[in-house]
């Protein structure tokens, strides 16, 4: 079964560079979610889109935005990037016409931040 | 959401059943309770969810107390491959809109012996 696709798989950037991580849901998944996750950290929830409107907000910098398109595919994007920044991102997504679907991750993506 | 309670980490030895326990005593009637593994560095896995009646699939069963405030994850038949880091999630089903997100706590560490 097709699963949730996120590249690039790992992403090294400078400080104060910017970074542009891409997410492709499971076919027919409407709602995407992504989550960073710090070095021995637990995955913290960023921010959510349904039907390209964000749809819940977490722990998100200013410096980041997000947006999902017509065909339910996100981009996270990231300016100013710091040093703490390095985390791996991952991306989930799931089915509201389907109650209680669960959220399928994708593998994601590790940046570096030198 | 409500909270979860955890043991950091647990023992089992490879072939038998692995148990994993979960406190969710504030949770409430619309929350359900789901599970999700991490093997290091990748996506989050999820495994079972429910509301009240005890679930099974073909990786887990689900077992949650009749008042809903304590659950258990059975893997009946562990192995090498189900090391990992185990997340017990409570999560409000919004089916009016809502997409929130899962929050993860603590986890449980299970590591398989040989």
């Known amino acids: 079964a097709a699963g949730v696709i996120q590249s690039p798989r790992h992403l090294i950037k400078e400080k104060r560079e910017t970074a542009t991580l891409k997410c492709y849901p499971i076919?027919?998944?409407?709602?995407v979610y992504w989550y960073q996750q710090g070095p021995g950290q637990d995955p913290q929830f960023l921010i959510s889109f349904y039907e390209k409107m964000q749809s819940d907000k977490g722990s998100i910098p200013d410096r980041f935005s997000a947006q999902q398109f017509s065909d339910y595919h996100s981009e996270l994007n990231m300016s100013s990037l710091e040093l703490g920044d390095s985390a791996l991102y991952f991306c989930?997504?799931?089915?509201?016409?389907?109650?209680?679907?669960?959220?399928?991750f994708g593998n994601g993506t590790r940046l570096t931040v030198t | 959401d409500a909270k979860t309670t955890q043991p950091p980490s647990m023992d089992c030895a490879e072939g038998r059943a692995a148990n994993l326990p979960c406190n969710h005593s504030?949770?409430?009637?619309?929350?359900?309770v789901y599970w999700y593994r991490q093997i290091h560095s990748q996506g989050p896995q999820y495994i079972i969810h429910?509301?009240?009646n005890n679930e099974t699939n073909e990786m887990a069963s689900l077992i949650i107390t009749e008042d809903r405030k304590s659950s258990t994850l059975i893997l009946p038949h562990a192995t090498l491959r189900d090391t990992a880091v185990y997340y017990c999630i409570v999560r409000v089903w919004d089916s009016g809109g809502g997409a929130d997100g899962l929050t993860f706590g603590k986890g449980t560490h299970l590591i398989i012996q040989p």
């Open positions: 429910g509301l009240k």
């Open positions: 076919p027919r998944h409407d709602t």
């Open positions: 504030t949770i409430s009637g619309n929350e359900y």
């Open positions: 989930a997504s799931s089915s509201r016409d389907r109650p209680n679907s669960p959220l399928h």
